[in-house]
């Protein structure tokens, strides 16, 4: 099955500074989804982009969609310690499930 | 208030006891779902609903069962829990299944 796959991991950096997080996918799809979880929490949407959209704001966040890459990436702009988070990158097959990758791990430190 | 519930939130039973996770959403959603989720695993879905009476099967169905009576409530089955399905389990639910997710709190589960 397809599978998200963020990159790096693990980031870590100083409040004030970007965080970019890159998404990869496998096979078409018509939506891909970025959402925060707070340590062992619910997951919480963040944005939707839709496979015939290149980019989309929300707030501090900017999501850009190549689907020529199969890419995505999440940035968010002067981080503050509350992003402090695991994010993750959902994308959906053509039958009915969602495809989450294992996420990237965010440390803003203060 | 718009929510997705789940109970119990903690739950620690022994191998081969049949369980049940319940699942319940106030925003009369035709898709739900449930996910478990491990350390360097990330979510992986067990199984999804499309509607009421529709379930299919996620990546990791094994020792799950699911049923779909009413649109409201989707549980999660575990009729002889084993070691490996301790996890952190969620369910999630929307209009539509390439939609936003709304996510519930989760259950911390834990076979001895």
């Known amino acids: 099955s397809q599978q998200g796959e963020e990159d790096p991991q693990a980031l870590s950096i100083q409040e004030g500074e970007n965080a970019t997080m890159n998404c990869s996918y496998k096979t078409s799809i018509n939506n891909l989804q970025w959402y925060r979880q707070n340590s062992g929490r619910g997951l919480v949407h963040l944005i939707l982009?839709?496979?015939?959209?290149r980019e989309k704001h929300s707030g501090r966040l900017r999501v850009t969609l190549d689907t020529s890459k199969k890419s995505s990436s999440l940035l968010i702009t002067a981080s503050r310690a509350a992003d402090t988070a695991s994010y993750f990158c959902?994308?959906?097959?053509?039958?009915?499930?969602?495809?989450f990758g294992q996420g990237t791990e965010l440390s803003v430190k203060p | 208030e718009a929510q997705v519930t789940q109970n119990p939130r903690y739950l620690i039973t022994v191998t081969g006891k049949k369980l049940t996770v319940t699942c319940s959403q106030n925003m009369n959603h035709e898709y739900m779902s449930w996910y478990r989720q491990d350390p360097g695993l990330g979510l992986r879905q067990i199984y999804y609903?499309?509607?009421?009476?529709?379930?299919d099967k996620g990546d990791v169905p094994e020792g799950y069962k699911v049923s779909r009576k009413e649109k409201r409530n989707f549980p999660l089955i575990l009729e002889s829990p084993s070691p490996n399905q301790t996890s952190l389990y969620f369910c999630?639910?929307?209009?539509?299944?390439?939609?936003?997710?709304?996510f519930g709190p989760g259950t911390r589960l834990l076979v001895l």
């Open positions: 609903s499309m509607n009421v009476e529709v379930t």
């Open positions: 999630a639910s929307s209009q539509g299944w390439r939609e936003t997710q709304y």
């Open positions: 982009i839709r496979s015939n959209e």
């Open positions: 959902a994308t959906d097959d053509q039958g009915g499930k969602l495809i």
